[in-house]
Each structure stands twice: as C-alpha cells, then as structure tokens.
C-alpha cells in the first residue's frame, strides 16, 4: 500500500512536470506546424491532407508509423483519436501517439499517452501494452521500484497478455539490479 501511494504521488510529480513542459511544448508545436505548412504550401502548392474517414485515416495513419515518420504518424493517430472517439481503435490510436513519443525519446510525453488510454480506455485490447509502457517509462526515468509495480500489474491482472512474460523478466532484471543502473 505504502508503495502504491508512493507511486501515485510520483505520478502527480511526473504529470506536474508534463503539464510545463507540455505547455512550452505546445508553444512550439504551433510555431513548427505554421512553419512547416508554410514550407509545404510553398513546396507542392498546399498541404497534404489526411483522409477524413476512420478507415482510410488509421489505415495512412498506421502506414505513416511503418515507414518511421513518427511526427505525421501521432498527427495522423490523434487526429483520429479526436475525430473517432467511440471508434473501437481510438485506444489503440493513442496508444500508438504514446509509441511515437518513446520512440524519439520523449518519455512523459509518451507516459501522458499511455495514461490517457488507462483512464479513458482499461478494458481495452492495448491496456496491457500500455501498462507495460508505463514501467518502460519509470525504467527510463531510473525508477524501478515504480516500473515493478506496473509490470507486475501485468503479470498479475493480464495472464494471455503477450506482454507477461517481458514483464516477468523485467521483474526479475529489477529484482537483480540489472536495470536502471545510476
């Protein structure tokens, strides 16, 4: 329980530090967006556009995250999550917005991300994943006392995941002092 409360209140710290750097973040989202649509419309004469539908907007979104373009794959995957809230794959659209964010090392973007898909989705088919994502974070952060607590979540609540068993070696890497090393 002590460990539980714990955790919880680093996850106030950890949202406390989101919420500025999200703030600034913004900021120079909506700067880098005017200028690279500026550069675009001077390029090929206007903006490329995403499809409107569910379908064909997952579909180009997914292709987008294939082929390694993480920036236009998490516009494509929120755009989708905003448009298609009640879509079955909105969970697994801001699942893979979290994904896009690990992948270029922006770890309380990408922990934000997958807290939304907790909150908002737990009975999806991505909270496992997004579970495991979370102690992947707190691993990065150097804070396996809170990582074990979420890999053992999986362990414990998802027994078919096929996150269980690199959750269990996670768990035993922690337990041996083998991960996040100072």
């Given at each position: 329980l002590?460990?539980?409360?714990?955790?919880?209140?680093?996850?106030?710290?950890i949202q406390g530090d989101h919420d500025l750097l999200k703030r600034k973040m913004d900021?120079?989202?909506?700067?880098?967006e005017l200028f690279k649509n500026d550069v675009a419309e001077r390029l090929t004469g206007g903006t490329t556009?995403?499809?409107a539908d569910a379908e064909g907007l997952f579909a180009v979104a997914n292709q987008l995250l294939a082929a390694?373009?993480?920036?236009?794959?998490?516009?494509?995957?929120?755009?989708?999550?905003?448009?298609f809230p009640?879509?079955?794959?909105?969970?697994?659209?801001?699942f893979n917005v979290g994904e896009t964010y690990l992948k270029e090392g922006k770890a309380l973007e990408a922990f934000e991300e997958y807290r939304v898909v907790l909150k908002s989705f737990p009975n999806s088919d991505v909270a496992d994943a997004a579970t495991f994502r979370v102690g992947d974070v707190f691993v990065a952060r150097k804070e396996c006392d809170k990582a074990k607590?979420?890999?053992?979540?999986?362990?414990?609540?998802?027994?078919?995941s096929e996150y269980r068993k690199d959750a269990q070696a996670r768990i035993k890497d922690i337990e041996r002092g083998s991960l996040c090393k100072k």
């Open positions: 002590a460990q539980v409360l714990e955790v919880r209140s680093a996850v106030g710290n900021a120079l989202d909506k700067d880098y556009r995403l499809p390694g373009n993480q920036a236009e794959a998490r516009r494509a995957f929120e755009t989708f999550a905003t448009s009640k879509d079955p794959r909105a969970a697994k659209a801001r607590v979420f890999y053992e979540e999986v362990v414990s609540k998802w027994k078919r």
